[in-house]
Every structure is written in C-alpha cells, then in structure tokens.
C-alpha cells in the first residue's frame, strides 16, 4: 500500500533552526512534494524534488533519498508565520500526489 | 503565474438542497483538475480527478452521483453536491495542473467551506 510518515506535531523556536522529517512507501516515484498549509487555507507549494540531494530556497531547504524513502524539509531563522502544517507529498507512478496528515509545526516566541 | 481561484469562499446551506463551486484556472491552461475535501485535522482526500472534456474519475467511496464534477473547458472544472447532508460539511479544495510535460505541481485554489444546517 501507499504510506506517509511525518511526525504528527513539532514545536520550534523563533529564529531556530527545524527540520521535519518523511518517510514514504508509494506504488512507483516520480517525485516528492513539500506544501505549506495554514489553519484554514488551502496548500501552497514550498518545493519539488525528483533527484536525490538538496535543494535550497531562501529560508527552506528540502533533501530527498530516493533509495531510503527518505525526505525532510529544513527550515531556518524560523519566524512566527511559519507556524503552519506542513505536507510530504510524494508523486506515485499514475502522477498522482499521496497525502499524509501533515506536521503541525508550533512557533514560541 | 499560475493562479487558481475558487467560487464561492464559504458557503451555508440547508439539509437537502445542492450546492455548485467553481475552480477556476485564472492564468494558464489546465488539463487535469483535482477535487479534496478535508476535514479539520485530517488530511487532503482526493475526491476524483477530472481531465477537460471526459468525465471525471473518483476516488473509491465518493458517490459520483453525489458529487458531480464538470471539466467544460482547460480553465473551469465545478464540483455540485446534491442533496446536501451536515456530514457534507467540510473544506473542498480544487487544484489545477498544467499541460503534461511540465512539472507535476498542482496549484491550489483558497477552498471553500461548506456548512450544511
């Protein structure tokens, strides 16, 4: 079957550093998903990858391991408005996106 | 780029009356919409998938007579919920993609919250 693995709640400092970490098991992969997800709004795109590495953007940063079913999204100089969920959403092989429930990250000031 | 815009943004109906959400794709063309609906922290279900101009595919256990879903054109794809329950409250969320061949991204409308009285 399809699963996704995420802790289910972190909590963060403002101005720290925090990563989340995902795990998958998909029928196929063709890539993996990062969105961002505020209380009542819809998802928005944080980043992709396809290739095993790191990709780096601004403040986030989003590392896969093909191999181990492994991913984790980095967030830096954490801020307030970063407290959010956020989804792990690999691409099976019907291109389709397999959704967990997400990591509640918490901000304290 | 790459704007998706959902219609209405909350909507209150009453127990058997239908109810009829637009996605719209604002700035590029969508050949593939997907419909979800998400219940407060639980994650995104994927209702059904619809492909402009042929009927939509759902998700095992969503009633497509139910939900009905109508891709007319690369731009807007509607979701009707018929006859109405309380169960049915929930957010529905729409996405787009664009044309294959370009990355797998799925560009998300705001949502819509339905409330069944």
């Known amino acids: 079957g399809q699963n996704i693995d995420q802790p289910t709640e972190m909590t963060a400092t403002e101005g720290a550093i925090v990563q989340i970490n995902c795990t998958y098991q998909t029928s196929g992969f063709n890539g993996l998903f990062w969105y961002q997800q505020h209380a009542g709004e819809a998802p928005t795109f944080l980043s992709y990858n396809v290739l095993d590495g790191l990709e780096e953007k601004g403040r986030f940063s989003s590392f896969l391991s093909r191999s181990k079913g492994y991913s984790y999204l980095l967030l830096k100089e954490l801020q307030m408005k970063d407290s959010a969920s956020y989804l792990c959403?690999?691409?099976?092989?019907?291109?389709?996106?397999?959704w967990g429930a997400g990591t509640k990250l918490i901000i304290k000031p | 780029g790459a704007v998706v815009s959902q219609h209405p943004s909350r909507v209150i109906c009453k127990s058997g009356t239908s109810v009829k959400i637009e996605c719209r794709s604002l700035?590029?063309?969508?050949?593939?919409m997907f419909w979800y609906r998400q219940f407060p922290k639980q994650s995104l279900m994927l209702m059904a998938t619809?492909?402009?101009?042929?009927?939509?595919?759902?998700e095992q256990g969503v009633e497509k007579d139910k939900f009905l879903i109508n891709h007319a054109s690369l731009t807007l794809s509607t979701l009707t919920v018929t006859s109405a329950h309380p169960e049915d409250s929930s957010f529905y969320i729409c996405?787009?993609?664009?044309?294959?061949?370009?990355?797998?991204?799925?560009?998300f409308g705001p949502g819509t919250r339905l409330t069944v009285t």
């Open positions: 700035d590029f063309q969508a050949t593939t």
């Open positions: 996405s787009a993609r664009r044309l294959a061949g370009e990355s797998y991204e799925q560009y």
């Open positions: 619809s492909n402009e101009g042929s009927k939509a595919t759902y």
């Open positions: 959403a690999p691409l099976d092989s019907n291109y389709q996106l397999i």
